[in-house]
């Protein structure tokens, strides 16, 4: 659709005076351009415009202002270049808590790892006995590795949790051939753990407690792989540090992953869970009724039950777990987000509410296989 | 790629109270500045009898009694720390004719300190200097420790909340900072593409169409968007609020942009080492000369970064001077307590690294 | 490219797209003015930011003179190219000047900061200037496709060994020796501790440079154009203003001396002189130094005309450049005929109070109608003098204007309220129109009634200065391109042109960063204060109002250009947040008037005209920016 007919549209739809239009047709031009068109989920023929006329219309006359404030002062847009940036950061993060370990298992001040002898050997060492695995798809692995060219070898780091018996193998020798290289007769067990995953807003993928002593999530998912081969050919030594990174995440999770981690910990023997972050979003970009009571209020009245599955539980109008995210990432938005942004209503769901029939200005693919409830 | 030696927050005061004590005579060059934040760091290394306090006091013209006052307030505050004399030196940062001359007024001081005294460590605490004082004594100090076996350390702190009701006035007109000058002043240089690589800031436009103009129109602009921030939407209002200038003005396509940390200066000295490294080795064998110029506008923490991208690749800066400041309100002095950022950097220990 | 959005022409560099945008008619006054004395002596040209000065530098530079044979047919740029040729600037659509703009800020200046003797110091500045003048020239040759070998250089005569010494016969050398003298001065400039006096010995050597005193012309051979050519060389130190005052005053004896050859000039802003150079500059008088003639060795030309303000003239040259920004924007392109600004913005229908405002206004006037004691044949006898075409509203509100002043008027009542006599003395004279201005004012106050739409009224809040033209005009055109998206006429109403530049006005202010930028808004919101106050007293004393604030010039006298108020006044007049009128005579007296400029002007909500201003005092002026004893 020509932008100048959009535009057009847009400010019929939104009844905007002269000054208004002229204001907001120019921040329109920017996201659009800079941002907004270039989310994955669109394709020729469907992109922002489109989708924002659908979106506005389905709102009442009354409600449109409100509305549109979420997208115009709320929400929150991760570029991809942003979201590269967050993965650049991580290299820098992993070697402070490498920097830190090493001056508390040799004694030192961390200012003196650089300086003593003894200590950038072992720093040395320890960066050759990392392994770093990437989490999901999301974790953009190949992007990291970019980005630690010369830091980080090709050898170190694989892109899944489930790593065969064989692969540990070739890991381990390449490892012995690194460690060779720099004279360390250390043995070939990797000794530091980075899990990387790209975003966390309820911290339940990353861990989470089942019940009974039960855990959950991807941490729990590595433990249990490596833990196959750790009588005959362990991958990792018994007192690893693991560091479970997220490039970004919410308030609330980085929270709750810091907490269940040091619960994990304290049933785990000798490994030692160690959660960052690139980014946490704060606390004040959250939209709950207490908040931002008007639209939430809005986006409560607009829901349609219909879009809820066995996933995600029920009354999800601010979302998953009620995160009440304003978030859409590049690639996909995050269920935690309000669900007027990502939510597509089907006619055939059982519990679906004609006159709430919510389209989507940020459609999102589904990760899980999901079955409506 | 050059690594530079830091260290924030906690391992900063590990640092200072386990290195200092036993090093050999050290200097402490600092400035009275009106925030908090000053004096945490005199408070740590003012008792310990080998280190010397001296500090430059920033004059402007055009500072309001407000600010005046506390900075005097200050400077007592400082001589109370100080186990050895102190000395505070006027710095006359403007001449009569408003021409900035703050930085070499600056480097002749810090000549004389040098001279009156053997160190073996300078510590240059930047929390209340303005980055036309600070960086050229920085570099001053790093081309000293490449001939003499000097240590040179660069510390700042920082809080989130400092003074935001208090906005600075710019000149109106830029020029390089002393030590940092253009290559393409002179002839052989003169046709040099410019990539200007300048921090966005609110309310800068007046003073980034100033140094646009004043660099004539650089070929390639990059606008540093403060990205991790507080405010996740903060580049994208800054980039609205600026659009005139990069839409209409610069040219600029939103690939030119790059990101760094609000507050983290070892992010801004990666991302900026990164788009110069790569541009330089783009350009190698093309015939075509480049330069990097870097602007640093508004937030002192990012512009640290650009002083240590500008020292370990001899980068020119280009800026506008601060005349005076304008105080809306109140000013409520904040709270004495830990700054919610600390850094240490060890300037003689630019390396570049071996791959 | 929209032209509106890009702030000056300055930033053009193609002079494809430069020419067609540049107005004619400043240019060609400028060098009418002074034709026979512009490159054979040193020229000095004041003007405010934006007043053209750096347009005028880049309009002489040999990148845009070459460009001209291009724009051969061209229409739009005819009148323009006309005026450079009988200026001697064009010789036969070929370059007759090799200009070099040279920006006199940040390095040459600190040439003054060095810790040398001052007269060291001066004769660096001057081989600096020198030095980077001849590598400009030789830059902007090659930038042209000259080849360096199809260049002569030709001195004065008997100047042989001068000659050699800047090695003036082969054109690489003598660019190599302009180099190491650029290259040792940058050096001894960029030190972080420059060397001691004493520690200087060979980089004197290297810095002895002097070509000014012996260039007289450059040759080009026919290889380039076809024919021979002979060009003036050129220097234009454009922001003389940022060198120090000593530094300009030796560069200005320097370049004085008519035994130099080369065209010199220097563009400098108000405030490079202070407040009393200034004022001498506008009342045209000069320091002599022993010596010197200033009038015979040097020409000022003042690129604003304070004094003899010619309104119309502006607003043709806005028009002018109205026509010429709009050209490249599709909207306003219709069906093959061209919209004008002017026009669009003139259609305009005037607008009206609402019933219930017109209806208090009414009631008010009957009120006064009464206290006067008045009959209705005199009203209406009063409002028949009147112009005819004024809408009703106004002419209720010039009846409120002239029935307060009646009031005032009127000495004794009779105290049972007997009618007053007719006063038969009284002519019934025809109102003029600044009283009507004066009411229009007056209802933008009480009532928001729209005021400033049309396009006069946006070319009159230029103050001259094309730069502010298209700066307050570009919202409107930014309004009307909305227009053009949403389907709608091209058109705006009153209301909506008057709020749009009032905001621009605002925003505008606001945006001020420049030194003591805080203070000059304290001083044009107190001023503007004032003027407001006085303009909406009901019975208009000064008919359209104030919009200045005027001080006795002997009060003027005992200001201090050490104080901060004089800083102050330094950069409100360089940035047009006020202008100084003066001498102003008025009531037997000569005043000191700073009107406000243009913009502050509209954000008030002033009348334009200029005349009408508040009495005060410069003790009352220190107050206001806070700075009083």
């Given at each position: 659709m020509k932008e100048t007919l959009a535009k057009r549209l847009v400010a019929d739809l939104m009844d905007w005076k002269l000054e208004r239009a002229t204001s907001e047709f120019a921040w329109l031009d920017l996201m659009v351009n800079y941002k907004f068109d270039s989310y994955q989920q669109y394709g020729p023929g469907h992109r922002f415009y489109v989708h924002l006329l659908r979106w506005l219309s389905q709102y009442e006359m009354a409600d449109r202002e409100r509305i549109w404030k979420l997208l115009r002062e709320h929400l929150v847009y991760i570029s991809q270049d942003e979201m590269h940036h967050l993965v650049s950061l991580t290299g820098p993060v992993i070697e402070r808590e490498m920097r830190t370990a090493v001056a508390k298992q040799l004694g030192l001040p961390v200012y003196r790892v650089n300086d003593d002898p003894k200590a950038s050997r072992r720093l040395a060492e320890m960066q050759c006995r990392t392994l770093y695995v990437g989490v999901s798809d999301g974790a953009r692995i190949d992007v990291f590795r970019r980005y630690n060219e010369g830091t980080v070898n090709n050898e170190q780091v694989v892109a899944m949790i489930e790593i065969s018996e064989l692969k540990q193998a070739g890991l381990k020798e390449k490892l012995r051939e690194r460690l060779d290289a720099i004279k360390s007769t250390a043995p070939a067990t990797f000794e530091w753990v980075c899990l990387i995953d790209d975003f966390t807003a309820s911290g339940t993928t990353s861990i989470r407690e089942e019940g009974n002593g039960k855990w959950g999530g991807k941490v729990q998912r590595f433990i249990k792989e490596v833990d196959k081969t750790r009588e005959n050919a362990p991958l990792i030594t018994d007192d690893a540090h693991i560091q479970v990174h997220h490039y970004l995440a919410s308030k609330a999770a980085s929270i709750k992953v810091s907490g269940l981690l040091e619960r994990f910990q304290a049933q785990s023997s000798g490994m030692r869970f160690i959660p960052s972050f690139s980014y946490v979003l704060p606390n004040d970009v959250v939209v709950t009724s207490a908040t931002h009571p008007d639209l939430a209020e809005l986006l409560e009245k607009s829901y349609d039950p219909g879009i809820e599955t066995t996933h995600t539980g029920s009354d999800i109008a601010l979302g998953y777990k009620q995160c009440g995210l304003p978030l859409v990432l590049d690639h996909n938005t995050p269920n935690n987000s309000v669900a007027t942004l990502w939510a597509r209503s089907d006619p055939k769901a059982e519990k679906y509410e004609k006159h709430n029939h919510m389209s989507p200005l940020f459609p999102r693919r589904q990760r899980h296989s999901d079955v409506r409830s | 790629m050059i690594r530079v030696p830091n260290l924030s927050l906690d391992d900063v005061d590990e640092f200072i109270s386990d290195y200092f004590p036993t090093a050999g005579a050290t200097l402490l060059i600092g400035?009275?500045?009106?925030?908090p934040e000053v004096l945490y760091f005199p408070e740590r290394l003012g008792p310990l009898s080998n280190v010397d306090m001296r500090f430059f006091h920033e004059r402007r013209p055009a500072v309001p009694a407000v600010i005046t006052h506390l900075a005097s307030e200050r400077e007592q505050q400082?001589?109370?720390?100080?186990?050895?004399?102190?000395?505070?030196?006027?710095?006359?940062?403007?001449?009569?004719?408003?021409?900035?001359?703050?930085?070499?007024?600056?480097?002749?001081?810090?000549?004389?300190?040098?001279?009156?005294?053997?160190?073996?460590?300078?510590v240059v605490d930047a929390t209340g200097m303005s980055r036309c004082t600070a960086f050229p004594i920085v570099k001053q100090l790093y081309q000293l420790s490449r001939d003499t076996p000097i240590r040179v350390h660069l510390l700042v702190a920082d809080s989130t909340q400092a003074f935001s009701n208090v906005e600075s006035v710019s000149n109106d007109r830029g020029g390089w900072m002393h030590g940092f000058p253009g290559e393409t002043e002179t002839d052989e240089f003169a046709k040099a593409l410019k990539l200007w690589v300048v921090q966005l800031s609110e309310k800068a436009g007046t003073s980034l169409q100033t140094m646009y103009r004043e660099l004539d129109s650089p070929e390639e602009v990059c606008p540093v968007l403060p990205f991790p921030a507080q405010n996740p939407r903060r580049a994208d209002e800054l980039l609205f609020e600026h659009r005139e200038y990069w839409q209409r003005e610069w040219f600029e396509s939103p690939l030119n942009f790059i990101r760094a940390h609000e507050t983290d200066p070892m992010d801004v000295f990666h991302s900026i080492a990164r788009l110069h490294t790569t541009r330089v080795e783009a350009l190698t064998g093309s015939g075509l000369i480049s330069q990097t110029v870097l602007s640093p506008v508004g937030r002192r923490l990012p512009g640290i970064g650009m002083l240590l991208a500008a020292l370990s690749y001899e980068l020119p800066i280009f800026y506008l001077e601060t005349v005076g400041y304008d105080v809306h309100g109140d000013l409520v002095p904040g709270a004495r307590g830990i700054p919610t950022h600390r850094w240490h950097f060890r300037v003689d220990k630019l390396t570049p690294t071996h791959d | 490219m929209n032209p509106w959005h890009k702030r000056a022409n300055e930033f053009i560099r193609d002079a494809n797209e430069l020419l067609p945008l540049i107005s004619p008619q400043p240019i060609k006054r400028f060098f009418q003015r002074e034709s026979t004395r512009l490159f054979d002596r040193l020229v000095v040209v004041v003007g405010s930011p934006g007043s053209g000065k750096t347009t005028l530098a880049r309009l002489l530079e040999l990148r845009?003179?070459?460009?001209?044979?291009?724009?051969?047919?061209?229409?739009?740029?005819?009148?323009?190219?006309?005026?450079?040729?009988?200026?001697?600037?064009?010789?036969?659509?070929?370059?007759?000047?090799?200009?070099?703009?040279?920006?006199?800020?940040g390095q040459l200046r600190s040439i003054w900061d060095l810790p040398y003797d001052v007269r060291l110091r001066?004769?660096?500045l001057r081989a600096m200037i020198e030095a980077k003048t001849v590598l400009g020239w030789l830059r902007a040759m090659e930038d042209v496709g000259i080849n360096l070998e199809q260049v002569r250089i030709i001195t004065t005569p008997n100047a042989e060994a001068a000659r050699d010494a800047v090695n003036a016969d082969d054109l690489s050398a003598f660019r190599?020796?302009?180099?190491?003298?650029?290259?040792?001065?940058?050096?001894?400039?960029?030190?972080?501790?420059?060397?001691?006096?004493?520690?200087?010995?060979?980089?004197?050597?290297?810095?002895?440079?002097?070509?000014?005193?012996?260039?007289?012309?450059?040759?080009?051979?026919?290889?380039?154009?076809?024919?021979?050519?002979?060009?003036?060389?050129?220097?234009?130190?454009?922001?003389?203003?940022?060198?120090?005052?000593?530094?300009l005053e030796d560069v200005d004896l320097w370049l004085r001396d008519r035994e130099i050859k080369i065209a010199r000039w220097m563009l400098t802003r108000i405030d490079s002189l202070n407040l009393e150079d200034f004022r001498r500059v506008l009342r045209d008088e000069e320091t002599v130094s022993p010596g010197t003639n200033p009038g015979r060795d040097r020409v000022r030309i003042l690129l604003q005309d304070t004094e003899n303000r010619n309104r119309q003239a502006f607003r043709a040259i806005a028009e002018d450049v109205a026509r010429r920004y709009l050209q490249p924007l599709a909207a306003f392109h219709r069906r093959g005929s061209f919209l004008s600004l002017k026009t669009i913005l003139n259609t305009a229908r005037p607008p009206v109070l609402s019933d219930t405002d017109l209806h208090i206004l009414r009631a008010e006037n009957a009120r006064l109608v009464e206290e006067n004691q008045l009959t209705r044949e005199r009203v209406e006898a009063m409002e028949a003098a009147y112009p005819a075409d004024i809408a009703p509203d106004v002419k209720a509100a010039v009846t409120h204007i002239m029935l307060e002043r009646e009031l005032k008027r009127t000495p004794q009542r009779s105290l049972f309220g007997a009618p007053a006599e007719d006063s038969s003395e009284e002519e019934v004279s025809k109102v003029p129109r600044p009283v009507i201005t004066g009411a229009e004012l007056q209802m933008l106050h009480r009532f928001e009634r729209p005021f400033y739409f049309g396009f006069e009224r946006l070319a009159d809040a230029a103050n001259e200065n094309i730069e502010q033209f298209v700066t307050l005009a570009s919202v409107l055109v930014d309004r009307l391109e909305t227009q053009a998206i949403r389907g709608r006429p091209l058109a705006l109403d009153a209301r909506q042109q008057h709020k749009a530049v009032r905001e621009q006005a605002g925003d505008l202010i606001d945006q001020w960063d420049f030194p003591y930028a805080p203070q000059v808004r304290k001083l044009v919101d107190f001023i503007g204060g004032r003027c407001e106050e006085l303009t909406l007293r009901p019975n208009a004393p000064l008919s359209d109002g104030a919009n200045a604030y005027g001080i006795l010039r002997s009060d003027l006298e005992n200001l201090d250009s050490n104080d901060e108020l004089a800083r102050v006044l330094h950069y409100a007049l360089a940035y047009q947040a006020l202008v100084l009128i003066e001498p102003y005579e008025c009531k037997g007296k000569t005043w000191a008037l700073f009107e406000l400029g243009g913009v502050a002007i509209i954000a008030k909500g002033l009348t334009h005209s200029r005349g009408g201003f508040v009495e005060g005092t410069l003790h009352q002026l220190k107050t206001s920016v806070g700075s009083a004893a």
């Open positions: - | 400035n009275v500045g009106f925030s400082l001589r109370e720390l100080s186990a050895c004399p102190m000395q505070v030196v006027d710095i006359a940062i403007l001449a009569e004719d408003g021409a900035p001359i703050g930085g070499r007024n600056a480097c002749m001081q810090v000549h004389q300190w040098l001279n009156a005294k053997a160190y073996t460590d300078v | 845009t003179l070459a460009a001209v044979p291009d724009f051969k047919g061209n229409t739009d740029v005819r009148e323009l190219l006309a005026s450079l040729a009988k200026a001697d600037v064009l010789d036969d659509l070929e370059p007759a000047i090799l200009a070099l703009r040279l920006p006199a800020g001066h004769r660096l190599e020796r302009a180099r190491v003298t650029e290259r040792a001065i940058f050096k001894l400039i960029n030190a972080l501790v420059a060397p001691a006096e004493d520690e200087l010995g060979g980089h004197l050597i290297d810095v002895a440079y002097a070509p000014f005193a012996i260039i007289e012309w450059i040759e080009i051979s026919a290889a380039w154009r076809g024919r021979a050519l002979r060009l003036k060389p050129m220097v234009i130190i454009d922001d003389a203003h940022e060198l120090h005052p000593t530094q």
